[in-house]
């Protein structure tokens, strides 16, 4: 499988997509504050979109669980969700800015 890159600028970016990302990276900022990075440093060094995939269905899993346990966390809406990894398809560097925003966020 070969994947064509083109640059994803942020400033290019519509508003749904900003909101994609902050999204997203609210919900992995929940991890940033706990000082657990493993989600946010795997996204961040995800260079396909099957990882991406997969460490975003992994902490998402975990988040669930954390508010099935009453705990309020925020979980992004499905459709953010696949608008993150539609971007990281065609730019994978888009996943470093969600990481960071998620570091920022949580500290």
């Given at each position: 499988?070969?994947?064509?890159v083109?640059?994803?600028?942020?400033?290019?970016?519509?508003?749904?997509?900003?909101?994609?990302?902050?999204?997203?990276?609210?919900?992995?900022?929940?991890?940033?504050?706990?000082r657990?990075?493993?989600?946010?440093?795997?996204?961040?060094?995800?260079?396909?979109?099957?990882?991406?995939?997969?460490?975003?269905?992994?902490a998402?899993?975990?988040?669930?669980?954390?508010?099935?346990?009453?705990?309020?966390?925020?979980?992004?809406?499905?459709?953010?969700?696949?608008?993150?990894?539609?971007?990281?398809?065609?730019?994978?560097?888009?996943?470093?800015v969600?990481?960071?925003?998620?570091?920022?966020?949580?500290?």
């Open positions: 499988m070969v994947y064509t083109s640059l994803v600028k942020i400033s290019g970016l519509s508003g749904g997509e900003r909101t994609a990302l902050e999204s997203v990276a609210r919900a992995l900022a929940r991890f940033a504050k706990e657990a990075y493993g989600y946010v440093d795997r996204l961040a060094n995800a260079y396909n979109p099957s990882t991406a995939r997969q460490v975003l269905t992994e998402l899993r975990d988040l669930k669980s954390l508010r099935d346990r009453g705990e309020n966390v925020w979980i992004p809406k499905a459709e953010e969700v696949e608008v993150v990894l539609e971007l990281s398809e065609r730019d994978p560097s888009i996943l470093k969600v990481a960071s925003l998620a570091l920022a966020m949580g500290w």
